[in-house]
């Protein structure tokens, strides 16, 4: 993907229940899986670490363990009005949007990002579909529902399903990796 694209593409890349559950009171409903936490990492950093991109709200910041802040090996970009980076030590892989997924990628295009993903959290990613840039949705599907009270917005009739893997389990948990790309 060359950087002059990202004036059209974009992933998001998430993990929904059965109901499109995606979060819990700030944090994940389901128990820890392993295997969608590596698929993430290693679909977003990619083949070439600290040159693809990671966009999040700020609750989706605030739900990362302050260990993990920022997400290595990426660039990580927040959608906030209020967030600051001054005064936290953070590396230079922070950075915060003020207007939304279109400032996100006008960074990225001036970072010379490689690949960007959305990552959430719920109105950021209703942002994002709707955006014609998204071309495609990166989603583990986890099954059962889980009480939740962020959703991944309805996608479907804009997207179609072109790739799942088998099922995975962990933990009496039910999971599959599936690719949808824009019509």
């Known amino acids: 993907m060359n950087v002059t694209s990202y004036e059209r593409n974009f992933t998001c890349i998430v993990a929904a229940d059965s109901n499109n559950g995606t ?3 700030g944090s994940l409903p389901w ?3 392993p295997a969608d936490m590596a698929f ?12 693809n991109a990671v966009v999040m709200g700020r609750k989706t910041w605030d739900s990362i363990p302050v260990k993990f802040r920022p997400l290595p ?35 990225a295009e001036d970072l010379c990002v490689n690949e960007l993903f959305v990552i959430g959290g719920g109105d950021v990613y209703a942002q994002a579909i709707k955006d ?10 986890i099954s ?7 959703f991944f917005p ?20 039910s999971f ?3 690719e949808w790309k824009g019509l």
């Not at 090996?73 to 001054?86: A, D, F, K, P, Q």
């Not at 014609?132 to 599907?141: A, D, M, Q, V």
């Not at 309805?154 to 948990?173: A, G, L, N």
């Open 144 to 150: 059962p529902a889980f009480k939740a009270d962020v």
């Open 73 to 107: 090996e990426r660039i990580n970009i927040v959608l906030s009005s209020t967030m600051t980076v001054g005064g936290e030590n953070y590396s230079t892989n922070l950075y915060v949007c003020r207007n939304g997924i279109d400032d996100a990628i006008s960074l």
């Open 23 to 25: 979060g819990y009171q």
């Open 31 to 33: 128990p820890r899986l």
């Open 176 to 178: 599959t990796f599936e």
């Open 132 to 141: 014609p840039r998204c071309t495609r949705i990166l989603l583990t599907r």
């Open 40 to 51: 993430f990492k290693q679909t977003t950093v990619g083949e070439s670490p600290n040159r």
């Open 154 to 173: 309805e996608f479907q009739k804009d997207f179609t399903c072109v790739d799942v893997s088998p099922y995975r389990e962990h933990k009496e948990i």
